[in-house]
């Protein structure tokens, strides 16, 4: 089994950043990728980024456009998506997953485990 929890989500201005920190516990192998998504009310789950357990390998959604970046700590027991120049249409809530050894890293049925998700609101 592998947890995850989601954090550093709240609200903040246009041009605003957050930094969201998934902590992540269980039992992780080499194989694993973890993936940020998030969803607004009424959309489907939408793929933001993704990181390889193990190396660097990441993946990013269009829509991202080098405005985000994924990593993991030095430890490997946390995640962590830093948003920058976020707009009104960023607001979501944000959801942490783990695949085990997902086929296509943005497909939202490809993750085994998620978190509970925190919300993130960008004023205009």
């Known amino acids: 089994q592998v947890q995850l929890v989601e954090s550093g989500g709240g609200l903040v201005q246009a041009g605003g950043s957050l930094r969201l920190s998934c902590a992540v516990s269980?039992?992780?192998?080499?194989?694993?990728?973890m993936g940020w998504f998030r969803q607004a009310p009424g959309k489907d789950r939408d793929f933001v980024a993704a990181?390889?357990?193990?190396?660097?390998?990441?993946s990013y959604g269009d829509f991202v456009k080098g405005r985000f970046t994924i990593s993991r700590d030095n430890a490997r027991v946390t995640v962590v998506l830093q948003m920058n120049y976020l707009t009104p249409e960023d607001t979501a809530v944000y959801y942490c997953?783990?695949?085990?050894?997902?086929?296509?890293?943005?497909?939202?049925?490809?993750?085994?485990?998620w978190g509970q998700g925190t919300q993130v609101t960008v004023s205009s």
């Open positions: 269980g039992r992780i192998f080499g194989t694993y990728v």
């Open positions: 997953a783990a695949a085990p050894r997902p086929r296509m890293w943005n497909t939202p049925s490809e993750y085994d485990y």
């Open positions: 990181i390889t357990w193990v190396g660097r390998s990441t």
